[in-house]
């Protein structure tokens, strides 16, 4: 197994602020972006929080982030997608990731954080039987495609307008700066197998070994060169994410 090679080094943050003044801890979060960039850091990451005294819409405050910053990466770790809508979170992720000029890094997971507060407040009915899973990621990413809805003859009016419909801003290059957050060798090869990029934090499954350093390099390399093999070659990052090559700077076969 081959030693990791760091090429990005980010930071997260939850964004923290007091009960009785957000407004001072989400200022001085995105001035830590600020402080961030200016030190030279790569990236600069949100952890997304629900009920917490933390950032819970991530899109939003990323939208804030990249008006007060110009180069730095500016990333979600994750949000968890089972309280998403597909089609509405990738609405809010690509106007923001227009205006930070194509500099988001969004990461997701699976579940539900807090189901048991949240689940009733979030669906009408049952939602215990939908799909919360990855197939409610691989569904946003569609979205974020941007593929025309309807037939070849729909269109859409509005005021002086005719178009086409599908998600608007058009923005497919996001789609490359998909995340997941895997943790066990089965998360991984999803990922693999959709071409998301993969993030590893500190929990992770440790199938075949209680070492924490050899069960994240097994997710970081095992899968991967699996993949490499089948698909293509993967680029790694950092100790903590690897990025497969995207199909359109692939060799052909």
Same mark, same amino acid.
Do not use: K
């Given at each position: 197994?081959?030693?990791?090679?760091?090429?990005?080094? *980010?930071?997260?943050?939850?964004?923290?602020?007091?009960?009785?003044?957000?407004?001072?801890?989400?200022? %001085?979060?995105?001035?830590?972006?600020?402080?961030?960039?200016?030190?030279?850091?790569? !990236?600069?990451? =949100?952890? #997304?929080?629900?009920?917490?005294?933390?950032?819970? $819409?991530?899109?939003?405050?990323?939208? *804030?982030?990249? @008006?007060?910053?110009?180069?730095?990466?500016?990333?979600?770790?994750?949000?968890?997608?089972?309280?998403? $809508?597909?089609?509405?979170?990738?609405?809010?992720?690509?106007? *923001?990731?227009?205006?930070?000029?194509?500099?988001?890094?969004?990461?997701?997971?699976? !579940?539900?954080?807090?189901? %048991?507060?949240?689940?009733?407040?979030?669906?009408?009915?049952?939602? &215990?039987?939908?799909?919360?899973?990855?197939? #409610?990621?691989?569904?946003?990413?569609?979205?974020?495609?941007?593929?025309?809805?309807?037939? /070849?003859?729909?269109?859409?009016?509005?005021?002086?307008? =005719? @178009?086409?419909? &599908?998600?608007?801003?058009?923005?497919?290059?996001?789609?490359?700066? =998909?995340?997941?957050?895997?943790?066990?060798?089965?998360?991984? &090869?999803?990922?693999?197998?959709?071409?998301?990029?993969?993030?590893?934090?500190?929990?992770?499954?440790?199938?075949?070994?209680?070492?924490?350093?050899?069960?994240?390099?097994?997710?970081?390399? &095992?899968?991967?060169?699996?993949?490499?093999? *089948?698909?293509?070659?993967? $680029?790694?990052? $950092?100790?903590?994410?690897? #990025?497969?090559? /995207?199909?359109? #700077?692939?060799?052909?076969?």
């Amino acid at each position: 197994m081959s030693t990791p090679t760091i090429t990005s080094l *980010a930071f997260p943050t939850p964004g923290n602020f007091a009960d009785d003044d957000p407004y001072t801890g989400l200022v %001085e979060t995105l001035q830590l972006f600020e402080y961030g960039e200016r030190l030279g850091y790569d !990236g600069a990451w =949100i952890r #997304r929080r629900h009920l917490e005294h933390g950032v819970g $819409s991530a899109a939003v405050f990323l939208a *804030a982030a990249g @008006q007060r910053t110009e180069r730095v990466e500016l990333g979600t770790a994750v949000i968890p997608i089972g309280y998403e $809508s597909p089609f509405r979170l990738a609405e809010d992720l690509a106007p *923001a990731d227009v205006l930070s000029r194509g500099r988001l890094q969004v990461g997701f997971s699976t !579940g539900m954080p807090h189901a %048991e507060l949240l689940g009733d407040l979030v669906y009408d009915g049952d939602w &215990r039987g939908f799909d919360l899973s990855y197939g #409610r990621i691989a569904r946003l990413v569609d979205n974020l495609r941007g593929d025309y809805l309807g037939g /070849p003859d729909t269109v859409i009016h509005s005021p002086g307008n =005719i @178009q086409r419909p &599908r998600l608007q801003p058009h923005n497919p290059g996001l789609v490359e700066r =998909i995340w997941y957050g895997g943790g066990s060798l089965r998360s991984v &090869r999803w990922a693999a197998e959709n071409s998301l990029n993969l993030l590893s934090g500190n929990i992770v499954s440790g199938e075949d070994t209680d070492d924490f350093t050899t069960a994240q390099l097994n997710l970081i390399f &095992r899968v991967p060169v699996s993949h490499r093999e *089948a698909r293509g070659p993967v $680029s790694a990052g $950092s100790s903590g994410r690897w #990025r497969p090559t /995207p199909p359109s #700077r692939r060799p052909s076969r």
